[in-house]
Every structure is written in C-alpha cells, then in structure tokens.
C-alpha cells in the first residue's frame, strides 16, 4: 500500500512542478517580447527608416531571448504617428501552453518613443 501511496505523490508533484515550470517560461516569454519591443521603439526613435529600423531591432532581440517555436507565435509591427512623431511597436503573442486542454496565453504589449530629430 505505500508504494502505491508512493507512485501517487511522485505523480502528482510532478504535475506541479511541471505546470510551475510552464508558468516561468510563461512569465519569462512575455517579458522578452516586452523588451524587444521596448528596444525597437528606443532604435526606431533614432533612426533615418524608424519603421525598418524598428522591426528589425525588435525581430533581432527575440531572436536572441526566444528559441523558434515561442517567437513564431510573436507578431511584431512598428510605425510613426501623432506630433511629435511618435515610433509606436506593437506586439501579439499567443504561447501555448504544456498541458493539453489548456487555453492558450494570449497577450499583447506596446511601447513608443519620440522621434529624435536634429534641427
């Protein structure tokens, strides 16, 4: 009888730290792709092609943080609006999670910085 005790709670802590270990990577994914866009919107401010520039910033940081399957799910889109002109990044992201059945995560994040211009 104590092993069958045994085997439950062996399982049972293992669906724990499992479903604590999907919500670090979780927590972790969304603020990488809140730092990307933060970065793009600070190099965007400063470039000659915000938008590109932008994009490609943010794009380059999730590369680095995030492994393929987590940034695919990563919808990044930058752009120039308001007076003074305003680079604003945007992202969607939708993480599924480990357990199946679960719904998935879904989150979006902003960040803008004011265009630098030299008189």
Known sequence: ???VAFVVAAGMALVV???LANVVTLTFTRGA???AVEEGARVGARADDPV????ERTRA???G???PAARGEVVVTCNVEGSPPTVR???DGRLVPWWPGLPEFAFVTDASSVREELP
């Open 52 to 55: 590109a520039a932008c994009e």
């Open 33 to 35: 792709v809140r730092a």
């Open 65 to 67: 943080l995030l492994g």
């Open 89 to 91: 990044a945007h992202a």
């Open 61 to 63: 940081v999730l590369r």
């Open 1 to 3: 009888m104590t092993g």
């Open 17 to 19: 730290f499992v479903s």
